[in-house]
């Protein structure tokens, strides 16, 4: 790593002048230039270098710059690097069978996305078609991506601006048994509780109208928030009741983020849809797509599909995905996160929440974990409000800064942060990175009463 300074200059200058970000409100940003990035770190022109502790947008699960998938890019550029959707394609097809014979069940055909929006866009309406009904059902702090129907499937902030969007869409609350709607005392309580408002909303939504229940299988951006066991079981039930299609939104879960290949995998369940983006490839190229049951697939035999991509299943995505599932195989990279979890993560993450008085909760599995930030762990008052911006997001910035300036890259979102790394982290790296979060956690402490 060198500095090149006016390099990252002139990059920060274009930016600012030309590219429009998402999310922000342009004048207020000043995006980091970033010079590279290898294995678990990225570094700036300035040669400061960071250990990522989000995966960016938790997508990066093979790491930077991973020597064998930049190769088989490289080589599948060389062969073909385009052919339309249409056509019978060597890398589509074996990415199709690779990510079918890893899917749960009779979950065995792919349609191939550039990414999550699109995913969860297009299992909507596979489930609608499927049904002939029109509602989906959501839950409320979840994420399902930008696009109108997914961005109104959405249950968090972002979705409001974007209003009234999609119609059909009805959200409802999921299992969180530490903020609990249900007013449970445990986790088989909040489990048996979630179920019964989920049947309730069926109830008076009307079974025959709905067509869809989708469910990150863990909730991401918002929370980190792991099923009690048994609820997704309860939302099968619920769905073969009443003949809805259950959609797995894993675009943040899947693909190792769990230390399995599909988060449902945990719990021994299957859905009809799975939605998968992000860890597919590590967004080496975009790429996303949904896994299809065959009663679901069955129905599109004889009744063409509508909807399409020019770029479903291109090429140069599919052959980078094929690469990094055999690159996931030769190096073991689902038993990394599970031995890692298991041996530094979890264990050293207990210890911090025990000893920061912010730290109200830690939860999570594998590589996918949430600390929520409290002022007082006994009222358990969020460190900052709901959808907090600007000053009333001070203290998370402030320890998201005293993160950065030991060269952590957290991953911060309302008054929680995440610990997302890269799959491939090792268990040195992922000691380094909590000592710094620990310190940086002492700032966050200096609010709590
Ligand atoms: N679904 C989930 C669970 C996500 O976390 C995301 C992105 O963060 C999406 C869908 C949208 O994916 P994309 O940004 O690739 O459209």
């Known amino acids: 790593i060198h500095a090149d300074t006016e390099r990252g200059a002139a990059v920060a200058r274009d930016d600012r002048a030309h590219v429009f970000h998402s999310w922000s409100a342009q004048a207020l940003i000043a995006p980091l230039p970033i010079a590279g990035a290898s294995g678990s770190h990225f570094w700036d022109y300035d040669g400061k270098k960071y250990l990522d502790f989000s995966s960016q947008l938790v997508n990066v699960n093979i790491g930077y710059q991973h020597p064998k998938l930049v190769a088989a890019i490289q080589e599948a550029a060389a062969r073909q690097c385009t052919i339309a959707p249409s056509f019978a394609d060597e890398s589509r097809s074996e990415a199709a069978r690779l990510i079918a014979e890893r899917a749960p069940g009779d979950l065995d055909k792919v349609f191939f996305t550039n990414g999550g929006a699109e995913a969860t866009e297009n299992a909507m309406r596979m489930a609608r078609l499927r049904t002939g009904r029109h509602k989906v059902l959501t839950t409320y702090r979840s994420y399902h991506g930008a696009t109108s129907g997914s961005i109104t499937a959405t249950g968090d902030p972002r979705r409001w601006a974007?209003?009234?969007?999609?119609?059909?869409?009805?959200?409802?609350?999921?299992?969180?048994?530490?903020?609990s709607q249900f007013h449970a005392a445990d986790e088989a309580q909040e489990c048996e509780r979630a179920l019964q408002h989920l049947r309730d909303v069926i109830m008076v939504e009307g079974p025959s109208t709905i067509a869809a229940i989708m469910l990150e299988t863990i909730v991401g951006t918002n929370g980190i928030l792991v099923p009690p066991d048994g609820y997704l079981a309860g939302v099968r039930e619920i769905c073969d009741e009443h003949g809805i299609v259950w959609i797995a939104d894993e675009v943040m879960s899947g693909f190792g983020r769990c230390g399995e290949w599909f988060a449902v995998d945990h719990?021994?369940?299957?859905?009809d849809l799975i939605c998968f983006a992000k860890g597919v490839?590590?967004?080496?190229?975009?790429?996303?797509?949904?896994?299809?049951?065959?009663?679901?697939?069955?129905?599109?035999?004889?009744?063409?599909?509508?909807?399409?991509?020019?770029?479903?299943?291109?090429?140069?995505?599919c052959a980078s995905a094929v690469a990094s599932i055999r690159i996931f195989e030769e190096e073991g990279i689902l038993e990394n996160v599970r031995k890692v979890s298991d041996t530094v993560l979890a264990p050293r993450l207990a210890e911090i929440a025990a000893k920061h008085p912010s730290v109200g909760e830690v939860r999570g599995l594998g590589f996918f974990w949430g600390l929520e930030l409290v002022r007082n762990p006994d009222t358990r008052e969020p460190l900052v409000p709901f959808n907090a911006s600007g000053a009333a997001a001070g203290p998370m910035n402030e320890f998201a800064a005293a993160c950065k300036a030991e060269g952590l890259w957290p991953f911060v979102h309302f008054n929680r942060t995440h610990v997302v790394p890269p799959c491939t982290t090792t268990a040195e790296e992922m000691n380094e990175g909590l000592d710094i979060l620990?310190?940086?956690?002492e700032v966050a402490d200096r609010f709590t009463a």
């Open 162 to 179: 974007n209003e009234p969007g999609m119609p059909g869409i009805v959200h409802f609350w999921g299992p969180y048994p530490y903020r």
């Open 267 to 271: 719990w021994g369940v299957t859905p």
């Open 281 to 317: 490839n590590s967004g080496y190229v975009p790429l996303g797509g949904v896994v299809i049951s065959a009663a679901i697939a069955a129905t599109f035999e004889q009744r063409a599909f509508p909807g399409g991509l020019t770029y479903s299943g291109h090429p140069l995505a």
């Open 438 to 441: 620990d310190r940086a956690l």
